[in-house]
């Protein structure tokens, strides 16, 4: 992901508090207070500029969503993208993925979703990789039982990785696309990403894994 400066960026995240969530460790345990609703929860790591988690917010009314993000130039973007589409149903979190469990307690989310992951290919930021295992740990002490990864990606070499990462870890690997784009899986919706890289002719990978 390109950073470019957005001096403003802040002041515009703090302007919204209905979407993108100031001190959200104070819901640990009590999200649905936050969307009004006990909906299933379901959170984007690394959302990037949103398009992905509102596109979903809106063709699934009766699942609350989180985009989490780390950086506010980037974030901003999926922000202006919720105010535009006025959906009650998604909202956002600048926060880095390190620190899920500061908050989510075991049980606040029902599935993760992984997309066009920062890769990392040099061995030496392996622990970055979302894939990782001390990431698994962490989304394992957050999701329900049997809680889900969906994981997408246009890179081989990660995907390849995090099969690998995810069967070490004894995640189930229930589903694994190796072109997505010419597979029979029906409502699939793109990201900012995927839409970038299938255009460029990259194929693009997918699994369903799941914690037992
Ligand atoms: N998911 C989007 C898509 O497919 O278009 C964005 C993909 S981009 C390559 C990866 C995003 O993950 C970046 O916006 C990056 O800032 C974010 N990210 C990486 N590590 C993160 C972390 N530890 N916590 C939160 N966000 C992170």
Same mark, same amino acid.
């Given at each position: 992901?390109?950073?470019?400066?957005?001096?403003?960026?802040?002041?515009?995240?703090?302007?919204?508090?209905?979407?993108? $969530?100031? !001190?959200?460790?104070?819901?640990?345990?009590?999200?649905?207070?936050?969307?009004?609703?006990?909906?299933?929860?379901? $959170?984007? *790591?690394?959302?990037?500029?949103?398009?992905?988690?509102?596109?979903?917010?809106?063709?699934?009314?009766?699942?609350?969503?989180?985009?989490?993000?780390?950086?506010?130039?980037?974030?901003?973007?999926? %922000?202006?993208?919720?105010?535009?589409?006025?959906?009650?149903? *998604?909202? %956002?979190?600048?926060?880095?993925? !390190?620190? @899920?469990?500061?908050?989510?307690?075991?049980?606040? *989310?029902?599935? $993760?979703? %992984?997309?066009?992951?920062?890769?990392?290919?040099?061995?030496?930021?392996?622990?970055?990789?979302?894939?990782?295992?001390?990431?698994?740990?962490?989304?394992?002490?957050?999701? *329900?039982?049997?809680?889900?990864?969906?994981?997408?990606?246009?890179?081989?070499?990660?995907?390849?990785? !995090?099969? @690998?990462?995810?069967?070490?870890?004894? @995640?189930?690997?229930?589903?694994?696309?190796?072109?997505?784009?010419?597979?029979?899986?029906?409502?699939?919706?793109?990201?900012?990403?995927?839409?970038?890289? !299938?255009?460029?002719?990259?194929?693009?990978?997918?699994?369903?894994?799941?914690?037992?």
């Amino acid at each position: 992901m390109r950073l470019r400066n957005k001096p403003w960026a802040k002041d515009m995240l703090q302007a919204y508090p209905q979407y993108v $969530i100031p !001190s959200p460790e104070q819901h640990r345990g009590n999200w649905g207070a936050v969307f009004g609703n006990d909906h299933p929860l379901h $959170i984007e *790591v690394g959302t990037g500029k949103g398009k992905f988690i509102t596109e979903m917010a809106a063709a699934n009314p009766h699942i609350n969503y989180l985009g989490i993000e780390l950086y506010d130039s980037v974030i901003v973007s999926a %922000l202006e993208k919720l105010i535009e589409a006025e959906l009650s149903n *998604v909202k %956002l979190l600048n926060v880095n993925a !390190s620190e @899920l469990r500061k908050y989510f307690a075991k049980g606040d *989310v029902s599935r $993760i979703y %992984l997309n066009f992951s920062d890769p990392w290919p040099k061995k030496r930021h392996e622990k970055r990789r979302l894939t990782f295992k001390s990431f698994l740990e962490i989304y394992e002490d957050i999701l *329900v039982d049997k809680g889900e990864i969906h994981f997408k990606t246009d890179n081989q070499g990660l995907f390849e990785y !995090s099969l @690998l990462s995810f069967s070490a870890f004894g @995640l189930l690997l229930k589903y694994i696309s190796l072109d997505l784009h010419n597979s029979d899986f029906e409502g699939n919706i793109m990201t900012e990403y995927e839409e970038k890289f !299938s255009k460029k002719g990259n194929r693009i990978y997918r699994c369903e894994v799941q914690f037992r």
